[in-house]
């Protein structure tokens, strides 16, 4: 009838008028307040919002006026990234005062922070529609203060992957650095880690250039050093991207992150589900000889595929080598389970202890040697890209510090206790990254 389709109308101009509103409102560009020691990146991308590199105060006090700020206003002009600002920690010597809102440079970067300050921060529209999206941080600090570079949320319905990460600096500085994803709102980050191991490589050994469609060296040599890596990294609602050094401050520092909606993630033609995520799981002990090491573990109840590791050792001498990889799967528990390799170069697709040298190849690479009469170390890398590793129930994957002879046989890999040494390995400290999807 005419009055139901006129009330039809009534009740769409209703809801194109409520959605225009809502639009309006999140369009608007918006003062925040952070937390204390957040930076402007980490506050506008919780709030799903774009940072915008400059903070509009006219040499005003309003806008804290505006964000119900109390405080004694400092009239020295900006000296600081950080800034504006207001300091909140009661041990700072300017605690109560607010900082920086006049003169203020009509650039101002999105990641500078400071520990006793929260940050006046100028937010624009909602970002959470985004088809792909990231951040380039260019030149600036790395301090002891962890810094959020990068944050996102995605709309509802929809799910992340981050999947390109780059930094350039001079190497003692990215030896010192380390990167973190907290995804989903995670207090402690899943992904944790250093550039080198993170590409393949142990020791900080920048031989370069080398490269697979995963990660690599693009700069080095023993100057400035760039790593890539382009693992995918999914997550539900959020993702924040930091960065701290372990020892000080430096500047001269770059890093690029990206990451794109709705991506679906197939490893050699195995489609992941929208749920699954990427842990990093570290090991980093000394072990005695014919020890088993923990690569990657994934819980009974859980499937997932283990994707790859990067492995580094200091031992003794090449005889670690001898070690075999061993897998298990759901209830198979039972020593052996599967036998992975007949020995260590043999897993990393070589032999003869790596007599043709170092290598970077799209499945496995043999990535740094240095070796005498009594020391040696040693890294390498491998994906399971080309011949999958997926479980349903739980998995276990690990390598052995050296390995045991059969007596009787004279075989490897199989004997558990009670054999003969293969050769005479000693204990080793031994270094660990595996990556592995869970769900």
């Not at 944790?192 to 490589?201: I, L, R, T």
């Not at 580094?312 to 897998?327: K, M, R, T, W």
Request: proline fraction near 5%; charge should be negative; glycine fraction near 12%.
């Amino acid at each position: 009838s005419t009055q139901s389709t006129w009330g039809l109308f009534k009740m769409a101009a209703r809801l194109v008028l409520a959605a225009c509103i809502v639009a309006a409102v999140l369009a608007d560009n918006q003062f925040f307040l952070g937390g204390q020691g957040e930076s402007c990146a980490a506050v506008c991308g919780r709030l799903g919002r774009t940072c915008l590199p400059e903070v509009p105060t006219n040499n005003s006090t309003d806008v804290y006026k505006q964000l119900g700020v109390t405080c004694n206003f400092d009239p020295r002009p900006w000296w600081a990234p950080d800034q504006p600002n207001v300091v909140a920690d009661p041990a700072d010597p300017n605690y109560g005062d607010c900082l920086g809102w006049k003169d203020v440079p009509a650039t101002v970067i999105c990641q500078g922070s400071f520990h006793a300050v929260r940050r006046v921060c100028y937010c624009g529209d909602d970002d959470t529609s985004l088809p792909f999206f990231g951040t380039g941080y260019s030149g600036g600090e790395v301090t002891v203060n962890e810094t959020t570079i990068f944050a996102h949320v995605v709309e509802d319905g929809s799910y992340g992957v981050m999947d390109h990460f780059w930094t350039t600096a001079p190497g003692h500085v990215l030896d010192t650095t380390i990167f973190r994803y907290y995804v989903d709102g995670e207090a402690t980050a899943s992904i944790e880690f250093k550039a080198g191991m993170a590409c393949g490589v142990g020791f900080n050994d920048s031989t370069a250039p080398w490269g697979t469609k995963w990660f690599g060296i693009g700069a080095g040599n023993g100057a400035g050093t760039a790593y890539t890596n382009n693992f995918n990294i999914p997550f539900g609602k959020s993702i924040r991207f930091t960065i701290q050094n372990e020892i000080g401050t430096f500047g001269g520092f770059y890093t690029i992150v990206r990451g794109m909606k709705n991506k679906k993630i197939n490893i050699g033609g195995f489609e992941l589900p929208s749920n699954a995520r990427l842990q990093l799981q570290k090991f980093d002990s000394v072990v005695p000889a014919q020890t088993f090491v923990p690569i990657t573990a994934a819980a009974r109840g859980l499937a997932g595929l283990h994707f790859m590791h990067t492995i580094a050792v200091v031992s003794g001498n090449l005889n670690f080598l001898e070690g075999c990889y061993h897998a298990y799967t759901g209830a198979q528990t039972t020593f052996p389970g599967i036998v992975m390799s007949t020995g260590t170069e043999d897993y990393f697709d070589s032999g003869w202890y790596f007599n043709a040298g170092e290598f970077h190849l799209p499945v496995s690479g043999f990535t740094h040697l240095k070796a005498n009469s009594s020391y040696v170390e040693w890294s390498a890398y491998r994906f399971h890209e080309m011949d999958l590793l997926p479980f349903t129930d739980g998995f276990e994957f690990v390598w052995r510090n050296g390995d045991m002879v059969d007596p009787h046989s004279g075989l490897k890999c199989f004997t558990e206790t009670g054999g003969v040494p293969a050769g005479a390995p000693t204990e080793s400290h031994v270094m660990v990254y595996g990556w592995i999807y869970t769900w």
